[in-house]
């Protein structure tokens, strides 16, 4: 019997069971969509994890000071980024960052309290920050020792009624007046977790200085030319600023690359956990295929009979079953891929489409399973249905 013959036998015997056969690959259906939801919820997850690192600059890499034992402080000088940018190759960005907390007042007499940031102008592409009116302060800003500062929105919006308002307006700190020049934002909101609060101010490193009157820096920033270049470039770094300062000094060297590996590994841990959930669906939906394939060939033990008595050989009985429950199984799996396919397909009328992936993996994985499940499932069937004797089948009533 050709291959041909045998689907076509499969096909009739779907026809002739509709309901039967439909609602035994419902869990099918329901196993196959749950695949894909399972993976394209997992890349999502991954996807918002990386463009938010990403967001805050995944190529960054920070140093800061952490102790020196009993000894005076030991910390980080401008110096060190120097030393950094020319020891380093592959560093596109640097800044040092200075960190005060201070009392501002306006010249209506308000007073407030914010956190200022000395900052060199590279700073703006270490942290990927979004210039949203005015402007960012530059080189020269920063060689002049210019008093101009950037603000967060929401120090714009609280003193001004709107950002476009506190371009030009001044403030003093110390005494000392700051004309405002851009307002920036955050490409991803860190909710504080960063350096930067809601009531920040960047004015000019130089400038900072003034207030401090030392060449200690709290934190210093670094950008990496690429991706690949962070770990080996985080080593170097280390190397750099250890070789500058007493032993027993510590510094933390940090990279957002290691972050982002790190919830890429999560992510795709959970994502198998869930397909470990899922693949229990479609076992259970294996269950009921070899279920109903068994109540098939009981009520077919005479066809089977005939069928041997006119020459059908053993596998020929094998393969018609087998090809029924594969044929169940994978009709299950086609309606549930192309149910799985269609709600994040619908969500992204909605929702931008890089935020909601769509792996082909998916797909295959979800087919690949949904026929290996019949086939699993289909083979102790077709082969008690194949061991069957001609002359007992015949006489079975």
């Not at 041909?4 to 419902?26: C, G, M, P, Q, Y």
């Not at 805050?56 to 000071?65: H, L």
């Not at 087998?322 to 169940?328: D, Q, R, S, Y």
Request: glycine share 8%.
């Amino acid at each position: 019997m050709v291959l041909s013959e045998i689907l076509h036998l499969a096909f009739d015997s779907f026809r002739t069971n509709k309901v039967r056969f439909a609602l035994t690959a419902l869990g099918m259906v329901m196993g196959s969509a749950s695949v894909i939801l399972v993976v394209t919820i997992g890349l999502t997850g991954k996807q918002y994890a990386v463009n938010y690192i990403q967001g805050i600059g995944s190529n960054m890499i920070t140093a800061d000071y952490q102790g020196g034992g009993d000894e005076s402080p030991d910390f980080l000088k401008k110096d060190d980024l120097t030393a950094v940018d020319e020891q380093v190759p592959g560093i596109v960005a640097s800044s040092p960052m200075l960190e005060m907390h201070d009392r501002i007042s306006f010249g209506d007499g308000k007073v407030k309290d914010v956190l200022v940031l000395g900052v060199s102008p590279q700073y703006r592409k270490v942290r990927n920050l979004v210039v949203l009116a005015g402007r960012f302060f530059d080189e020269q800003d920063a060689i002049s020792h210019s008093k101009v500062a950037v603000v967060t929105v929401p120090f714009a919006e609280n003193l001004f009624g709107d950002m476009n308002n506190a371009i030009n307006k001044t403030f003093s700190i110390k005494g000392i007046p700051f004309t405002i020049i851009g307002i920036f934002k955050e490409r991803v909101n860190t909710y504080g977790q960063m350096e930067i609060a809601n009531q920040t101010i960047l004015i000019p490193y130089p400038v900072a200085r003034y207030f401090t009157g030392t060449d200690a820096v709290k934190q210093i920033f670094f950008s990496a030319r690429d991706f690949s270049d962070v770990p080996r470039a985080r080593n170097e770094i280390a190397k750099v600023i250890q070789s500058r300062h007493r032993a027993n000094s510590v510094y933390d060297v940090n990279e957002n690359a290691a972050l982002l590996t790190t919830v890429e590994r999560i992510a795709n841990i959970l994502t198998v956990v869930l397909l470990l959930v899922s693949a229990v669906t479609l076992a259970v939906s294996g269950v009921g295929i070899m279920n109903i394939m068994l109540a098939t060939v009981r009520s077919r033990i005479r066809e089977i009979g005939i069928r041997k008595a006119v020459g059908a050989t053993y596998r020929e009985i094998q393969l018609q079953f087998l090809a029924e429950a594969v044929l169940i199984s994978l009709s299950g799996g086609i309606l549930g891929t192309l149910l799985g396919l269609a709600i994040p397909l619908s969500a992204r009328f909605f929702l931008p489409a890089d935020l909601i992936p769509i792996s082909p993996w998916s797909v295959v994985i979800s087919l690949g399973t949904a026929m290996l499940v019949g086939i699993l499932f289909g083979t102790l069937p077709a082969t008690r249905a194949a061991q069957m004797d001609a002359v007992e089948a015949l006489r079975y009533d």
